[in-house]
């Protein structure tokens, strides 16, 4: 059902990769509610994933982008532009993420640097370099939104994320540290939302993250919020109706950031949900 909270309004959505992403889900919620958005993720991501599938069903133009290349970025922001017919742009969702340490299932205590570097630079230090793209060229609307996705993994301590938590406190502070100039010159606001575990390919890649899941699922009194209840409070961030909330981490998790414990796990046995 679409309200036209962004009837009028143009974006730009990082990651989608599939169905499954978060970001595939905000791509078409923001089309359903009247935007007109171009899609981009590395070109390296797009040759697994299935963007130009959704590109055709929301008629968006795929741009591909290195986030981590400023001339990528760049290109990027001038083509949307362009494809915009001249209009600027009124909110951008970053969503990409990285951890070759994760992947490779490297311990903590004996982490690669040089993926460690890349984690940051893919999954947090793009989000700046995004923003400051952005903000040289001008190319926002008055009262813009833009909108990165983190994890609680950036307060609380989470042993199988590795140093995706320290990615995701950095994209944090870029958010608080950005907004306050994106706010002062162009009442654009900036946060990043805080998500529940969520089911997608990039997630499902974490190890443990199915008993995870559930744990989450059990310990929230809401239950785990799914993508499409992501892409909804996306929508609700990118319209005029959150105009004045800025430089701010938004908790979307069912209540699992405020819990201590919940009697639903005492009697929890993950292994009877598993099969093992």
Same mark, same amino acid.
């Given at each position: 059902?679409?309200?036209?909270?962004?009837?009028?309004k143009?974006?730009?959505?990082f990651?989608?990769?599939?169905?499954?992403?978060i970001a595939?889900k905000?791509?078409?919620?923001?089309v &359903? &509610?009247?935007a007109?958005?171009?899609l @981009?993720n590395? !070109?390296?991501? /797009?040759? =697994?994933?299935?963007?130009?599938?959704?590109?055709?069903?929301? +008629?968006?133009?795929?741009?591909?982008a290195?986030?981590t290349?400023?001339?990528?970025?760049e290109?990027?922001?001038d083509k949307?532009?362009?494809?915009?017919?001249?209009?600027?742009?009124? =909110?951008?969702l970053?969503?990409i993420? /990285?951890?070759?340490?994760?992947?490779?299932k490297?311990?903590?205590?004996d982490?690669?640097?040089?993926?460690?570097?890349?984690?940051?630079?893919?999954?947090?230090?793009?989000?700046?370099?995004? *923003?400051?793209?952005?903000?040289k060229?001008?190319a926002?609307?008055?009262?813009?939104s833009?909108?990165?996705l $983190?994890?609680i993994?950036?307060?609380?301590t989470?042993?199988?994320?590795?140093?995706?938590? &320290?990615?995701?406190?950095?994209?944090?502070?870029?958010?608080?540290?950005?907004?306050y100039? =994106?706010?002062v010159?162009?009442?654009?606001?900036?946060? $990043?939302?805080?998500?529940? !575990?969520t *089911? $997608?390919t990039?997630?499902s890649?974490?190890k443990?993250?199915?008993?995870?899941?559930?744990?989450?699922d059990? /310990?929230?009194?809401?239950?785990?919020?799914?993508?499409?209840?992501c892409?909804?409070?996306?929508?609700t961030? =990118?319209?005029?109706?959150t105009?004045?909330? @800025?430089m701010?981490n938004?908790f979307?998790?069912?209540g699992?950031?405020?819990?201590? /414990?919940s !009697?639903?796990?005492?009697?929890w046995?993950?292994?009877? +949900?598993?099969?093992?």
């Amino acid at each position: 059902m679409s309200n036209n909270l962004l009837k009028g309004k143009t974006g730009i959505i990082f990651g989608a990769l599939d169905e499954q992403s978060i970001a595939w889900k905000v791509a078409e919620r923001a089309v &359903e &509610e009247g935007a007109r958005i171009t899609l @981009t993720n590395a !070109p390296v991501a /797009m040759r =697994f994933g299935e963007i130009y599938k959704l590109a055709e069903k929301l +008629n968006a133009e795929v741009i591909p982008a290195d986030a981590t290349e400023l001339a990528d970025l760049e290109q990027l922001v001038d083509k949307s532009i362009e494809s915009f017919g001249g209009q600027k742009i009124d =909110f951008v969702l970053h969503s990409i993420g /990285m951890s070759l340490n994760v992947r490779k299932k490297k311990d903590y205590t004996d982490l690669n640097y040089e993926w460690m570097q890349k984690s940051l630079d893919v999954s947090a230090i793009s989000f700046h370099k995004m *923003m400051q793209v952005l903000y040289k060229k001008d190319a926002l609307n008055d009262w813009g939104s833009i909108l990165a996705l $983190t994890y609680i993994a950036a307060q609380r301590t989470f042993p199988d994320y590795s140093e995706m938590a &320290e990615a995701k406190a950095l994209l944090e502070s870029f958010a608080r540290s950005f907004g306050y100039h =994106f706010g002062v010159k162009k009442h654009v606001r900036v946060n $990043t939302l805080s998500q529940s !575990p969520t *089911m $997608t390919t990039a997630g499902s890649g974490v190890k443990g993250f199915t008993e995870f899941f559930q744990y989450a699922d059990k /310990m929230s009194p809401l239950g785990n919020a799914s993508a499409l209840d992501c892409a909804n409070y996306c929508v609700t961030m =990118f319209s005029d109706l959150t105009r004045m909330v @800025t430089m701010q981490n938004l908790f979307h998790d069912g209540g699992f950031s405020s819990m201590g /414990m919940s !009697p639903a796990i005492l009697d929890w046995n993950p292994q009877a +949900n598993t099969g093992v």
